[in-house]
Structures are given as C-alpha cells and as structure tokens.
C-alpha cells in the first residue's frame, strides 16, 4: 500500500490490470475500472468491467446479438478515488490510456478540477496520458508507484513517468477485425477493412496515441512472428510482457520465442473485456519498454 505522505498512483482497467489483481495490490496501485455495456432484452446493460469475468464476458459476447460497447467517461468513481487518496496521499498521479481512443484521460482531468475546485486544500493531481493501452498503461504506472515507494516527490516521478512513456510501446496483431471495425476503432487504419478481405494481417500499435499498422504479414501466424522479429530489432529491454484476448495457448507460444531474445521475466496477462471488446478474441500483443 502507498505509505502516509507518500505519492499516490491511479490507473484505469484499461491498462489490463482490474482491482484487487495481485498487480495493484503488490504496488498499492488504484485500478478504477472501466464500463462494460451488454446488450440485454433489447437495449444496453453498463457494467464495470471489474464485476464479470472474462470467461462470462466472451461467452456473452460471442452469444450477443451486438457488440458490447465500453465508456470510458467514469467521472464518479475517480473522483471518489481522487477524494479517498488525497485523506492519506500528498499528492496523486493518474496515469489513463491513449486519450486518442478513450475518454478516460479527460475524464480524469474533469475529476481533478472537480475536487480541487470542491476543495482546495486538496494536494496536487497530475493526470498523464499514457499514449499507450493495456501493459503499455500500466508500465509507467508500475515506475511510480515503485518510485512513490522509494519516497521520490510527485515533479520527479512525472519526470521519469513521462520519459518511460515515450520509450514504451505495444505491438498487436488480431486474429478478426470484426470488433475493432463494428467498435468504430479502425479510423485510422481503413485499409484494415481490405486487409481481411486480402488475408492481410498488419501488425498495429499506437503511435503519438492513435492506432497504425506497424508491419504486414499474410497470416496471423506470419504476423506474430513479425511482432515478436519487431520487438527483438527494438533493442535493449527493461519490461517485457505478453498481453491476450482469450488465447492463453498462442500467448505462450509467444513468450517461449521471446525468451530467446529477453532472459528477463515475461509475465503473461488477460487483456480483460475493456480492450478485448476492440480487439475481439484470439488477439496477442507484446507490451516492451526499451532502456
């Protein structure tokens, strides 16, 4: 747990890490989850994506007769986090995902002004937008809370927060577009909509926050094997994890081949229903920091 005076760090459930995981609680990180909406008898159903499980999730999602959607947009839970931590923290950072794809880093800032306006004495609050999702997200958040617990001030931790960021990075390659089209993702990489239809599989990541095709390959085998040849070319590594959407066999499968090129630890994770509601099942993704 974050220590009396210490720094406070928050996350959000995008980054692949839910609350109570043994994650948040080894670094007393806040995960505030994000929101789930099923299609139920006729319309949609908000959940946290904190309260169902992924198996739930991919069964009800395969069974739907639409696509789940997410919200960002949970004003009400991070102030109440804000409001909770500034009790015990002297000041709070909040790292979100890319604010590219996802309402959650302006929500954060409005949650900020919120309490600081309602209460002034509050300490400060830095929000921060990672660029990134999944692991790419909870990397830095991971640093500030390791460097919160060393009793580094709030100016320092940005500081190395921000230069983690910028050498952090997530490569992925889905096994269907089906989702990230339906989910109004795919913007920026229109020509993914002919990919499919070409047996074109692009290895994507997200550049300055958005989403782009990285590489391309003509299978999702011939992909991941780009992604994994990407990650090895990337250089020297400080983090290196494997992130999954119900594909816990291929996942391992891929972190056996980068262990020939990491001989660090590589943890595996579930995507969780945030992301894999884009993603769709059978994605894989390597999350890096480079030194």
Known sequence: MTPEGKVAVITDSGSSIRPGSPEAEEFGVTIVPLEVKLWENGMYVPYSDAEISSVDFYQRMRSSERLPQTSGSVLGRLTEAYQKLSTRAQSIISIHITSKHSVAWQTAVLAKDLIQEKAPETGPIEVIDSKQVSLATWFPAQLAAELSIKGVALQQIKEEVLEAIAKTQLYVTLQTFDNLIKGGRADEIVKAVFATMLSI???????????????????????????????????????????????????????????????????????????????GEGAIGIAFQKA
């Open 201 to 279: 599989y692009p290895v994507l990541g997200l550049a300055d926050g958005k989403l782009k095709d990285f590489a391309k390959a003509r299978t999702a085998q011939k992909a991941r094997g780009q992604m994994i040849q990407m990650v090895g070319d990337a250089g020297k590594l400080v983090r290196l994890a494997v992130v999954h959407t119900n594909a816990i066999a291929v996942a391992e499968k891929v972190k056996g081949a980068l262990g020939k090129i990491y001989q660090g630890n590589i943890p595996i994770y579930e995507a969780g229903p945030a992301l894999a509601v884009h993603a």
